[in-house]
């Protein structure tokens, strides 16, 4: 192991008073609360308070989020749209293109439920939503991508990092094969950002959607939305507003000339409150350290995996570490039972379908995998 499981928490677990009441396993549904996102939204209070209507600062505030999120992915700011959701920013995609010389759009069963939804709205538009499935050992092999993608495919919109069993997509060789056959490729990376590095140019995305409120450690309210820049000028997007235009002080409502940046992917007034919180919680994750994160985090799930293996109970979850996320997910027979059963013992973590959702964070120690290990040994009779 690269980084001692030690390192990070000894570092950093002192900023989030909630480890002061109970233990905090699931920042794939949260981020904890830190001190420094407390402070951003104090800060938004005050400066309300102190000069009434600073739009100017807060639209500089939105830049700044903008450039942290960039420099995130490595991107440019110019190509990236500050939105209220990763939904808004991808349904401004949407409404943008046109399903005509190609109408396909490839998805796979790992989807979170949005992308699901703007994609199948289209149908009403002319398009025609495919699913990759996935295959009998869980995993959705790139030999399926090659069976779907096709000279009719738009687009395939891909997941990074599975919200339900926290496996990860083989991104790069499904980019190959997409833009092999002329098709363009949106990543959904909300469940990975901030989790580990993620670089849209080794990747290779056209497009990708994110929010801050897991393993960013922001708040609800903030999305953002990536345009690799020789496309940003291909997507004319219907759904817009005000944010969108070439010209936001120029107040024109006679015509729409939306921005020749990413910001066309924009829509109305930004979540200054949200921004303020989003910026608090990047600026903290790039102090604490991504990369470093990543590792730590593999770590304490090695730990975990051993524990759950004595225990003898179903990970869900990849095994190989290049294959999953931060997110660990465990069989059970009845998991809201589950979760609740854990919440008596003092540790907060998920569920999604019938599965105990686990996900460590740079905060996280080797002590508190350990907890939860001796809570499931307690309560072994709802695992599966
Ligand atoms: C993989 C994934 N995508 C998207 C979202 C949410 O998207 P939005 O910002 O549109 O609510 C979530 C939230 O849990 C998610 O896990």
Redo the contacts with the bound molecule.
Sequence with gaps: MAVSTETLPARCRHRFPIFGQRIYINS??QGALSDAVRGAYEQYLRDWDEYGAPWEYWVERGEAARASFADLINAEPDEVAVTT????G?ASLASGLRFARRSKVVLTDW??P??GQIWHAQEARGARVVHVREADDGTIPVDHFAQAIDDDTLLVSI?H???RNGAMTDVRNIVDLAHERGAYVLL?V??SIGSLPVDVKELGVDFL?A?VL?YLLGSAGL?FFYCRRELVEKVWPTATGWFADRDIFEMDHTDYSPATTASRFQSGTPPIPAIYAGIGGMDLMKEIGIAETREHVLGLNARLIEGLDELQATLVTPRPPERRGALMCVKSNDVTALVAALEQDGIVTSERDSNLRISAHAYNTAEDVDTVLASLQRHRQLLA
Excluded at 85 to 88: C, V
């Design positions: 794939c549904a959701s990763e939904s808004a991808v989807e979170f949005t992308i997941t990092v599975c919200y959904d909300y469940q959607g929010g897991k999305g």
